[in-house]
């Protein structure tokens, strides 16, 4: 019976172990799309801009580049936030320009340039 307990315990200790999870990092990731005259064709761009010890910590810098955007004060330059993501809208038709950057934070394990299933 004694054994029994043993093995059990083992047997507990294993599998709580297996279901931990490792200390990971959190990366806000910036994306940024264009559209405009002769913009048509480019392809959307993704990066990391910088990592943190804790999710919460990543969200308040992924908040502060969003500010940071939706700060800039240039002349012919409208930026609008909707959730992550900001739309920036820059000169006159018709040659405007509309760039929509988008954030996210995820895992340090996670890279959006990846395709999906590799």
């Known amino acids: 019976m004694r054994r029994l307990?043993?093995?059990m315990a083992a047997?507990?200790?294993l599998c709580s172990a297996a279901t931990a999870?490792?200390?990971c990092s959190w990366v806000v990731w910036a994306s940024a799309s264009v559209i405009g005259r002769g913009l048509m064709d480019k392809p959307t761009q993704t990066w990391p801009t910088k990592a943190f010890p804790t999710k919460t910590e990543c969200?308040?810098?992924r908040n502060q580049a969003i500010a940071r955007l939706l700060a800039t004060d240039v002349s012919g330059v409208k930026a609008v936030r909707v959730g992550d993501m900001v739309s920036v809208l820059v000169g006159d038709p018709p040659?405007?320009?509309l760039t929509t950057y988008w954030f996210a934070c995820l895992l340090d394990t996670i890279d959006p340039r990846?395709?999906?299933g590799k």
């Open 5 to 7: 307990v043993q093995l």
């Open 114 to 116: 990846r395709e999906k």
């Open 59 to 61: 969200d308040a810098g």
């Open 11 to 13: 047997v507990c200790l």
């Open 95 to 97: 040659d405007r320009t």
């Open 21 to 23: 999870y490792p200390e």
